[in-house]
Structure formats: structure tokens, C-alpha cells
């Protein structure tokens, strides 16, 4: 079975491991940890190919317990226990150690199942996860652990782990290979700090451009083996909403550049729809009242871009991106409505004003008869004072206006108007 260049890779201590220097250079908290021998339960958060696994691989080579690895995606509730049953053997002596990668996929009774050892310290629990542990993972696990959050790995520490691969792939293979600086940039850059996708691709290259004598990889051969840096985004995962909200946060900030960024990353992936139905909210939320002729131009530029599909898509949505980047701001009309759902919820106005009732008769009960509802079109400018809020929120106010051109607009008119 041919092994994974990346697993043949594994660092032989923590100087070998690339990235991830705010967590391991020398004096950081969790290297002085593990430098100590005393090592807690952890968990390391992150996205793929950046180096959990390795470091966990790591600490279990350094340590006298006896190591047991499990994947969420596929242990079950029967391969725990076995793992609890070793703690009364000589081979647990010591106690376990275990490595519990994708824990996000352990259910909570398959969680609760470790508790009671990861307290008495039976078992030290190393965990990872892509998953933001605070939403997948048990809090009674989470209490007893300690977590690190391991982020993509930079392009500069992406190319010490790639001109590492190349000498250990010449070395196997004994013949030279002339890796391009060109190609090895592009492997950096496209793989998104990723550097397992990275060190796949070096290996691809290496085969696909063996030669009798020299093994030659230049720039396209590298652009033609690399998947592509949008290729990490789940649908259903942090990363997905992490983007879109960005891609929302940076048009409600006006920052243009930073909001065609986030759009590229949602077309480089395929996401219709979030980038869509993002753009449509932004204009109605944050640019709102303040110019809401957007409002219709931006729900044109979805249309046009729903009709259209990918790749033309991006063009109109990047149209609306800009001006609702550049647009004027307001949320006045989402406070609003935030501010009278609260008095709802409340369970205030439950009757509404006699006069606005669907009422066309009275019964005998009541002691003033008649609706007495005032046409407003029947009155100078259409307008007259009159109740609309039940009594019990009759002096509530919801709306204020902003402070943009067109709301300091509507303002006057009506100060104007009820004030003749």
C-alpha cells in the first residue's frame, strides 16, 4: 500500500512542523505544554492540512501511554469501549492516550461514553475537529479540555514543507528533480494553506513530469495537478458562514475591495444563492431608507444573475456589490421593526384601536356606537391626527430617522405637515 506523502512526512520535533508559530514558537503556551511532558486534554480546531494531525502524531511519539486513534466519521460506540476495556490491562497501565479525530461526528452519548475517564485521567484526550467546537462538541468535554485554533498555513511556511517533499522524493526515487520557483509559488499560493493539498500536488507533479534522467515540474504542469484554494468551503460547515458573513459585514462597512473578495470566494465555489440572498439583504438592512431606490436595482441584479447562472453570474452581482458598497448607510428601518417585534413578543397591543377595526356593526353591548375612522384622503395634505397604536403602546416609538440626505427628507415633510 503506497503511503501518503504527507503521513510520510511526519515532523521529528516541533521545529519541523511548519505554520501554526503563534501556537508553537518557542515560549508559546502550548509548546511549553507539551514541552513539559504533561500533557491535558486538547482540542485543536481548524480547517484541513494544517497541521492537527501531525502535532497530535507528535505528542503521542513523546509520551510513555499507550496510543489509540479513532475517526469520528466512522468509530462507533463499540470501538470506545474497547479503548475504556484496555484501561484494566498492562497495556494501560500508564493510562491512553487518544486521538479523536473529526469528534464533531461523535454523537453526545458517544462523548458522554469518555467523560468519566477523561475526568480521572485514565485517558488524555487529544481531539480535532474542522467544526467550531463550541456549536459540535459536548460541554462537559469542552470543560475538561483546553482548545487551540489552528489557522491556514502561510505560503512562506507552505514552501519549507514543499522543498522538504521534493528532497525526500528525489531521494526515493534517486534521480534529480527540477522543481521550478514558479511552480512551487503557485502550489503555495493555491492551495490555501492546506499543506497536505499542497504536499498531493508536489506529488503529482513529480509523476507526471518523470523523466529518464531528470524529473522536470515547471508552472503549468503545477497549475494543470492543483485544486483550486476555493475547493475548501462546506456548505454546511464554519467556513461557509464565516465567508458570508464577511462578504455581508464588508458591504455594510463600505469596503469595496474587501466585498469583491468575499463575492469571488462564493463564485469560485459555486454559491449562487448565499451570494444572492446575502446582496439582497445588505440593500434592504444596511443601505435601507438612505437610498432605497437600491432596493429594486439590486433585486434586478439577482434576477439578471439567477437567469444567467455562472460564470456571467459574477458580473451583475459585482455591479450591486459596488453600489451597495458605496451606497449610503441606514438601519433605521431594521430597528424599527426589531423594536416593535420586542413589544409583540412582549404580548403588547393585543387589541387593536376600535376606530381601525374590520367592524361594520355594533352590538348592544357597547355604549358608543360607531367605528369613527377618519379617511385620512378626506383632510388637507392627507393626512389627520388620529390613534393607530392600541392604548397600551400608544407612545411608543419605533422609528427614528436617520441621518442621511433622503430621511432628513421625509423628516422635514412631515414636521411640516403635522405641525400646520
Request: charged share 25%; net charge negative.
Amino acid at each position: 500500500m503506497n503511503t501518503p506523502l504527507a503521513d510520510g512526512l511526519r515532523p521529528e520535533s516541533l521545529d519541523d512542523i511548519v505554520g501554526q508559530k503563534e501556537l508553537l514558537a518557542p515560549g508559546r503556551p502550548l509548546r511549553k505544554i507539551i514541552e513539559s511532558g504533561n500533557i491535558p486534554n486538547l482540542i485543536f480546531y481548524g480547517p484541513s492540512g494544517v497541521g492537527k494531525t501531525t502535532l497530535a502524531s507528535y505528542i503521542a511519539r513523546i509520551t510513555n501511554r499507550s496510543f489509540k486513534k479513532l475517526n469520528g466519521t466512522t468509530a462507533s460506540t463499540a470501538d470506545i469501549k474497547e479503548i475504556v476495556s484496555s484501561l484494566n490491562t498492562f497495556e494501560g497501565i500508564n493510562g491512553v492516550l487518544l486521538y479523536l479525530d473529526e469528534i464533531q461526528y461523535l454523537n453526545k452519548k458517544q462523548q458522554q461514553t469518555l467523560l468519566e475517564f477523561i475526568e480521572n485521567g485514565s485517558i488524555t484526550l487529544i481531539a480535532s475537529t474542522t467544526e467550531n467546537p463550541y456549536f459540535y462538541i459536548y460541554n462537559a468535554i469542552l470543560s475538561r479540555s483546553t482548545v487551540f485554533e489552528f489557522r491556514p498555513v502561510e505560503p512562506d511556511e507552505v514552501l519549507k514543507a514543499i522543498n522538504r517533499a521534493i528532497r525526500v522524493l528525489s531521494e526515493e526515487k534517486g534521480k534529480e528533480i527540477e522543481f521550478s520557483a514558479e511552480a512551487k509559488a503557485h502550489i503555495c499560493s493555491a492551495c490555501g494553506g492546506d499543506v497536505r493539498k499542497s504536499l498531493n500536488a508536489v506529488e503529482l507533479c513529480v509523476l507526471a513530469g518523470e523523466e529518464d534522467e531528470v524529473i522536470r515540474v515547471d508552472e503549468e504542469l503545477a497549475k494543470s495537478l492543483t485544486q483550486r484554494s476555493g475547493a475548501r468551503y462546506d456548505r454546511d460547515g464554519d467556513s461557509h458562514y464565516d465567508v458570508i458573513s464577511a462578504y455581508q459585514k464588508s458591504m455594510r462597512g463600505s469596503d469595496v475591495d474587501a466585498a469583491l473578495f468575499y463575492l469571488a470566494r462564493l463564485v469560485e465555489a459555486g454559491d449562487l444563492i448565499s451570494a444572492c440572498r446575502r446582496l439582497v439583504v445588505c440593500a434592504c438592512e444596511d443601505v435601507g431608507l438612505a437610498y432605497p431606490q437600491i432596493i429594486p436595482i439590486v433585486k434586478s441584479c439577482v434576477d439578471i444573475a439567477m437567469q444567467v447562472g455562472f460564470p456571467e453570474a459574477r458580473i451583475p452581482l459585482a455591479d450591486a456589490v459596488i453600489m451597495v458598497c458605496l451606497a449610503p448607510k441606514s438601519n433605521s428601518g431594521v430597528n424599527a421593526i426589531s423594536a416593535a417585534q420586542e413589544d409583540v413578543r412582549k404580548g403588547l397591543g393585543q387589541v387593536v384601536p376600535r376606530q381601525l377595526q374590520n367592524v361594520h356593526a355594533d352590538g348592544e353591548e357597547r355604549d358608543v356606537k360607531g367605528q369613527h375612522y377618519l379617511y385620512p384622503h378626506s383632510y388637507p395634505n392627507h393626512w389627520i391626527d388620529q390613534q393607530y397604536l392600541p392604548d397600551d403602546v400608544r407612545d411608543h416609538c419605533y422609528y427614528e430617522f436617520g441621518d442621511n440626505k433622503t430621511e432628513k427628507a421625509y423628516q422635514a415633510y412631515w414636521d411640516k405637515i403635522k405641525n400646520s
